[in-house]
């Protein structure tokens, strides 16, 4: 069996965030990042951190995950300290700007950990839907989109292929010398990117066999419908962008 | 070289944290100078056993000894260079497996990472190419434009080329036609009958396993159910069906004679072998 | 009624002829096995057949000329499955993997789920839905492209060499279930393989040698003259070469497939 290597961080949990229409949660998603930027108020601040923490709970997916993602902007979020420290900056001010990072990583995370990959192209298209009347081919950008994230994979796994045949004739890739580690490379990458094109040109011969046809309307099977958090959510969050707004 | 596997067990940790078994509790010997087969169904771990061996995978409780090696699961191997010199794997589908221009540089690239001098590699691609019966106009050809049964002797001669006790081979007859499926017996004869390789084959392509093996090993949930040589095995015909495995035709029709007629015909390799044998017993 | 019609194929790529003036005709409701000596011709013709290669044939396949402005409707009555399933997987999941092309051609939901249910119970994998395909073995694999082929329940099915990755019993289920697809529901199977052991479970055995149809027969019939399948590097059948051999001898009259009925014959 090959090494599934995945680039999406989703893990199925049939939870109710989880179940939450896609094309929502990003509107959603962009309607928490107006807020977070905009909003300088602290009470506003405590109120998002608690929604966060709230879906965290519903999504029934383990705090550990959501400590990973925070983990990635540690230095990140020293150097916006160390910076606002040298510009003298209030200490709110300081501490607010970190918190937005924050929020902003949470909130990303939640959807990425609560929606599969062909989801979230499903509702990117959806959203870049309006912009057909600019003559935008939008499903064909969604189209390209999902192929990347089924292709990125593929080509990984095949480098993985080579240097798991070569290491069962000895060579261990991580314990060989720099030069001999780019002789291995240099040789391996036009094979690796003309097998990935091959692979790619069978996938295309057996998706168009299936009559896939990307101009055409198609069944979504699995599409999540509206859901009343939906509702709530994109209600709780106008409100609270109008409040920004207007006070 | 002797292999040996002492109450190994093995599994692995899927993402949410639940632990997969898949191998639990393997005590085999493969014997040295013979040609081994496992067999089972799809997905029961066939390939992970043969990866134990040469150490792409580590037992998660157990030991391993290979020839002088002793792979533990409580510490860190440290020698897994030196075992795979002398334990070599062909993968499956190996012409995926290609990275180099020509066959000359597909069979060089390991000896020159190792740092062979000139005239040593010479010698060796010449020896190897001799061995799978591959003629040395084939140098120069693009390893991507040869037939698949030429690829998979170039794949088996790029593993021979280090020189290894143990071949390990990976369903190495799937996709092939007739005729390169007996050029492969043939090769697979020859390493073991003139060279002395230690050969081990992962298949379910069991008629062509009869032909060559010496020792069955039989993989089911998680466990080596059957050994033993391929007619004390291969005679559970109705055992093998419950593990998904059916035997090649010239013993289920042996043993078919055996339970309506109670005749004992024989359990054969060769189908003229066979013949004789219905003719004696016909009449 | 033949349900494809080939005239005149002559096809050649890259200097090398693949066909010369092929002529076949393949009658409706049959289960033909098709062999050969090169692999390369035989998909080749799959690709033609499917309209994945270009170019003006003179072929009928349901009545319908094969051509740009057909290949829609004529690709909704093939259900096609290749020889390695890792090359034709785009989706994550083994059951988005089968709804695919019921999702193509605008199916509802309601459909869908019929069939998806349908064809997993028959083909027993309900327990691989939520898997990844890539995460299947080989004969799992191979179990989930047939699957994603019949969903759409199609007129003809071809194989080319799709069954090569499953182990013994399993094999036998699945032809089993093909002939009892071919019976009952008169779909046309066209079984491309090296393993002439599945010809069996079919009605018609074809065989192609260097650009020539040098066999075309009833099973039955199919396995008189040995010398034709050395030619083509292919194996007799066991119970075929077994009567072959046997009738040498003088202790059986006719090439007999079945083995219950071999051990009666030569021990009555």
Redesign the interface.
């Known amino acids: ?2 090494n ?1 290597i995945k680039i999406s961080r989703y ?2 949990k049939n939870s109710i965030v989880d179940k939450m229409n896609t094309t929502s949660k990003l509107i959603s998603l962009l309607l928490f990042l107006t807020i977070s930027s905009i909003s300088y108020n602290i009470y506003i601040h405590t109120l998002l951190l608690f929604i966060i923490v709230i879906l965290i709970l519903l999504s029934k997916i383990s705090i550990i995950e959501y400590l990973k993602s925070i983990r990635y902007i540690v230095y990140l979020i020293i150097g916006i300290f160390v910076i606002n420290v040298i510009l003298k900056e209030e200490i709110i001010f300081i501490f607010l700007n970190i918190i937005k990072i924050i929020e902003l990583v949470l909130y990303t995370s939640l959807i990425t950990l609560t929606t ?3 989801e979230l192209v499903y509702g990117l298209n959806n959203i870049l839907k309006p912009l057909n009347i600019f003559k935008i081919r939008t499903n064909k950008i969604a189209f390209i989109l999902s192929l990347s994230i ?1 292709f990125i994979p593929l080509v990984i796994d ?1 480098l993985n ?2 240097i ?9 890739f991580k ?2 010398k720099l030069r ?1 580690k780019i ?2 490379l240099k ?2 990458i036009i ?2 990117i003309n ?1 990935s094109l091959k ?1 790619a040109d ?2 295309a ?9 990307v101009n ?7 599409y999540n419908k509206w859901t009343f958090l939906d509702s709530i959510i994109q209600i709780l969050f106008i409100f609270i962008l109008l409040i920004e707004v207007i006070i | 070289m002797e292999i040996k596997f002492n109450n190994v067990d093995y599994s692995y940790n899927k993402i949410n944290y639940l632990e997969k078994e898949v191998l639990k509790n393997i005590n085999i010997e493969f014997l040295e100078g013979k040609i081994n087969g496992i067999i089972g169904r799809s997905g029961c771990g066939k390939t992970t056993l043969i990866e134990l061996v040469n150490n792409l995978l580590t037992p998660t409780k157990g030991l391993i000894k290979v020839g002088e090696y002793i792979i533990d699961s409580k510490k860190k191997f440290e020698n897994i260079n030196e075992l795979r010199f002398d334990v070599s794997m062909v993968f499956q589908f190996p012409e995926e497996q290609f990275f180099n221009p020509t066959v000359k540089k597909e069979l060089e690239i390991i000896l020159k990472l190792f740092d062979y001098k000139l005239d040593q590699i010479e010698k060796r691609i010449f020896d190897v190419l001799k061995m799978v019966g591959l003629n040395q106009e084939y140098l120069n050809y693009n390893p991507l434009k040869l037939s698949n049964g030429e690829k998979r002797k170039l794949a088996i001669a790029s593993s021979l080329i280090i020189n290894p006790k143990v071949l390990i081979l990976d369903e190495p007859t799937i996709g092939l036609d007739s005729k390169s499926k007996n050029d492969l017996i043939k090769l697979i004869r020859i390493l073991k009958n003139r060279y002395n390789k230690t050969i081990i084959i992962v298949t379910h392509d069991i008629d062509t396993l009869h032909k060559i093996a010496d020792n069955i090993y039989v993989l089911n949930d998680k466990k080596i159910v059957l050994q033993g040589n391929k007619y004390e095995v291969f005679k559970n015909v109705k055992e093998l069906r419950k593990y998904g495995i059916t035997v090649p035709k010239i013993i289920e029709f042996s043993n078919k004679v055996l339970l309506k007629k109670n005749i004992k015909i024989g359990y054969r390799d060769d189908i003229n072998d066979l013949i004789k044998d219905i003719y004696r017993y016909a009449k | 009624m033949d349900i494809i019609k080939i005239n005149n194929l002559t096809y050649s790529y890259k200097n090398k002829t693949i066909f010369n003036n092929l002529n076949l005709n393949i009658k409706e409701k049959t289960f033909i096995t098709l062999a050969g000596s090169c692999g390369c011709g035989k998909t080749t013709l799959v690709k033609i057949l499917t309209g994945l290669i270009d170019g003006n044939f003179n072929i009928e396949i349901d009545k319908l000329k094969l051509s740009k402005e057909n290949i829609k409707e004529i690709r909704k009555e093939l259900g096609v499955v290749f020889e390695n399933p890792d090359n034709s997987f785009i989706a994550e999941t083994v059951e988005d993997e089968i709804t695919f092309s019921l999702e193509n051609i605008g199916m509802n939901k309601e459909e869908i789920k019929k069939r998806v249910s349908k064809i997993s119970n028959e083909l027993k994998i309900n327990h691989l839905l939520e898997f990844s395909p890539y995460s299947l073995s080989g004969g799992e694999k191979q179990i989930v492209a047939l699957a994603a082929a019949l969903v759409s329940e199609p007129k003809i099915l071809v194989l080319d060499e799709s069954l090569s990755m499953l182990d013994g019993v399993k094999k036998e289920e699945i032809f089993k279930y093909l002939k009892k697809l071919n019976r009952e529901q008169k779909i046309t199977i066209i079984n491309i393989t090296q393993d002439l052991e599945e010809s069996i479970y079919g009605k018609e055995l074809l065989l192609i040698n260097n650009n020539n149809i040098v066999l075309y027969e009833k099973i039955s019939n199919a396995f008189n003259n040995e010398k034709i399948f050395k030619e083509c590097n292919l194996e007799l059948p066991f119970m075929a070469l077994l009567s072959t051999k046997l009738k040498y001898y003088g202790l059986v009259d006719d090439i007999i497939l079945d083995m219950d009925k071999m051990v009666n014959i030569l021990w009555k």
Not at chain 1, 207 to 212: G, Q, S, T
Not at chain 1, 216 to 222: D, G, I, L, Q, S
């Open positions: 069996m090959l599934n893990v199925k599969s990959e062909s089924r095949q292929r080579i798991k045949s070569l290491s069962s004739k000895g060579i261990e314990k060989t001999n002789l291995i040789s391996i094979p690796i097998l692979k069978e996938l011969e057996s998706m168009e066999i299936r009559l896939y046809d055409k309307e198609r069944t979504n099977y699995k």
